[in-house]
Every structure is written in structure tokens, then in C-alpha cells.
């Protein structure tokens, strides 16, 4: 709950040296719990007042509360967002990611992102082998048409306990090509459910993910999303003067 608090302590320590934040990396900042905490908006207000970059990954439809502040930023060439679409398929989202907002609505957000001013990304993640791939250059046509100007990819990853989860949802929802798509998953990681090894761990190796990799590259010059988001400024970072500060004369 004091994370805003904490960031801004941080921020104006002396020590401190500017660089772009990433935000949802690990887990996405607009839960439904945010609603009522608002603990990622007061956070970006922090960053706005500080004028500091921050890069947002996100499927929350919730980032659209806090589009007032993020075209300031992004006026400033301080922020963009990156949308994760795992599938366009209604009935396929509900059975993944059940808590998640539709396809639909997170299409919906991009084209409000946009709108608005702000960069975005439309992220293919993750990509499951012979379930929602066969979509891939769909997602990105659609995510284009929305309004997101670059596009990004990541294979399913399932580390420690994920594993476990992952095939007992197979085997509750998909029996039928469960083996085919831990076959695909293991042959990418050298016969392991997954691999932590660096710059594998995120896209596979081997045929199957290089084909991947290429209908990606291919579909991405065809629509117009091979270009990387702009750099986030650095130079604009100060300290904002607090209560009782005596101002500078320049």
C-alpha cells in the first residue's frame, strides 16, 4: 500500500540515476484489486511529477481510469504500454485466462491507448503450440487495426508449479491434443517442461519455434509493426520541489 510513497523516497534519493521503469513484467498492475486500491495510479502520478520513463505491460482494461495521466506522459514521450492478446477466440479466453478481460475489451483498450496519444504494443502471449499459434498472424492484424504501432511475442512458459496447472487444464479442456502440445513444448526445451536458460526462455528452440519466429518477423513487415516504440526520454527527470522548498531562481 505504501509503494507510492516508497517509489517517490527512492526517486528523489541522491544516489539515484534515471533509467526507464518496466512495469507488469511479473504480474499485471491492473488486478481487479486495484479498483479500489489504486495503488498503480497513485504510482503514476509519482512518475509523472517526477517526469520519469516508464514502460506498462498489461491485459487490465482498468489502464484505461488512468489515460488523463498517461497522455501527459506520453506528450512527453515518457510512456508506453504493451497489451497482451493471447487469442481472439471468446470461448478459448474464457477457459484461460477466466478472470481476464475478452479479447474484444483488451482491442478495445489498445484503440483507447492510441487514441489517446499513447504508444502501444500488441504482445502475442503466450503463444501455445497447436492451440492458439494457428491465430498468430490474426492477433497481430487486429492488434494493428486497434491502433498499436510495434508488436512483440512469447512462448508459453511454465516453470516450477505452473507445469502441474498447465496439464490438468489441458487434460480438463483440450484431452484430445494435450500431448501434442507438451510434445511441441518439450521439444523446445531440450525435452524439459521449460528452460530458464537466457534468451530461451522466453521464445524456445528448434524448428518449431523458429517457424514461429519467422511467421512473426514476416506478419510484422507485412503490417507494419516491425518498427521498435519510440525510446523513453530521460532527460526531462528532475526532483519536484516539495512544501517549503525554496525555489531556484533560473
Known sequence: PDAPEVLARELAAKRYTVAPLAIGTNTD??????????????CLEVLRDFRHPVAIVTKGTLIERDLDILSD?????????GVSVTSLDGALSRKMEPRCPAPSRRLATIRRLSEAGVPVRVMASPVVPALTDPELEHILEAGRDAGATSASWIMLRLPLEVAGLWQDWLAEHYPDRAAR?????????????YSSKWHVRMRGEGPYANLIAQRFRRATRALGLDDNQPPLRCDLFRV??????QLSLF
Open 29 to 42: 498492475p491492473y488486478q481487479p484489486i486495484e479498483r479500489d486500491r489504486g495503488i498503480m495510479r497513485a
Open 73 to 81: 506522459m506520453a506528450g512527453q514521450g515518457l510512456v508506453r504500454v
Open 181 to 193: 502440445i507438451m510434445g511441441h513444448l518439450r521439444a523446445m526445451h531440450g525435452g524439459a517442461e
Open 240 to 245: 519536484p520541489p516539495k512544501a517549503g522548498d
